[in-house]
């Protein structure tokens, strides 16, 4: 079975600096990987997604990811926060390309302050 | 449309009461979700349908709870005899194909 484990459940971060949101999977199987963003009161949009090719995944809003096999990683990064970048964020795995069946980690809520 | 809508975006229910949430997906998605997500469990994966195969009902916490999909559009997920631990915010999605998810805005159930 997989599994999904976000190591942080809240981060604090100033303004204008740079975030990392740790995700790490276990799983027997390829996986598919993805980060969410989840703003108050709203369902999930999708930042980024790593289903094959480069490991290096750019996404929305200035995000980005490195799919890391070995260490079986897939760490979201930004090299400035912005306020509005405040939500909750979720990393989620698939073993199967054709099904949007989706294991999700337990969020992590970034915070940005002033 | 031009998204997922839920409906209703919030639900106060007595408990032992019966609840039905209703999904409509994106038109031409052939796939739909749902999800529950609670303080305690996190996103957790209900049931899916998938075109007019038997839906993936792997995700259904208890006998309690079942879906249904009519026409391959609009679906509506039931809770019979509601209890607390139901309380949660339930979100649907849809996909054209694989995992190409959109969700909707969820509803926010509460168990009283």
């Known amino acids: 079975a997989q599994s999904v484990t976000q190591l942080d459940s809240q981060v604090p971060v100033f303004e204008e600096a740079p975030v990392e949101l740790r995700c790490n999977y276990s799983s027997s199987v390829s996986v598919y990987l993805f980060w969410y963003v989840q703003y108050p009161n709203q369902g999930l949009q999708l930042l980024l997604k790593?289903?094959?090719?480069?490991?290096l995944v750019k996404g929305i809003n200035g995000f980005e990811a490195e799919f890391n096999k070995s260490q079986t990683s897939f760490h979201l990064r930004k090299p400035s926060v912005h306020i509005s970048d405040t939500a909750e964020y979720f990393c989620?795995?698939?073993?199967?390309?054709?099904?949007?069946?989706?294991?999700f980690g337990q969020g992590t809520t970034l915070q940005v302050k002033p | 449309g031009a998204g997922v809508s839920q409906s209703p975006s919030n639900k106060v229910t007595e408990k032992g009461k019966d609840v039905e949430l209703r999904c409509d997906p994106i038109?031409?998605?052939?796939?739909l979700y749902w999800y529950r997500q609670s303080l305690g469990q996190g996103l957790e994966f209900l049931i899916y349908f998938q075109g007019n195969s038997a839906p993936d009902k792997s995700g259904l916490p208890s006998d309690r709870f079942s879906a249904e999909r009519t026409g391959g559009s609009v679906s509506t997920l039931t809770i019979q005899r509601t209890q607390q631990e139901d309380s949660a915010v339930y979100l649907c999605?849809?996909?054209?194909?694989?995992?190409?998810?959109?969700f909707g805005s969820g509803t926010r159930l509460t168990v009283v």
């Open positions: 989620a795995v698939t073993v199967s390309s054709n099904t949007g069946k989706l294991i």
């Open positions: 790593y289903l094959s090719g480069s490991t």
């Open positions: 999605a849809s996909s054209p194909s694989g995992p190409r998810n959109t």
């Open positions: 038109s031409g998605h052939t796939a």
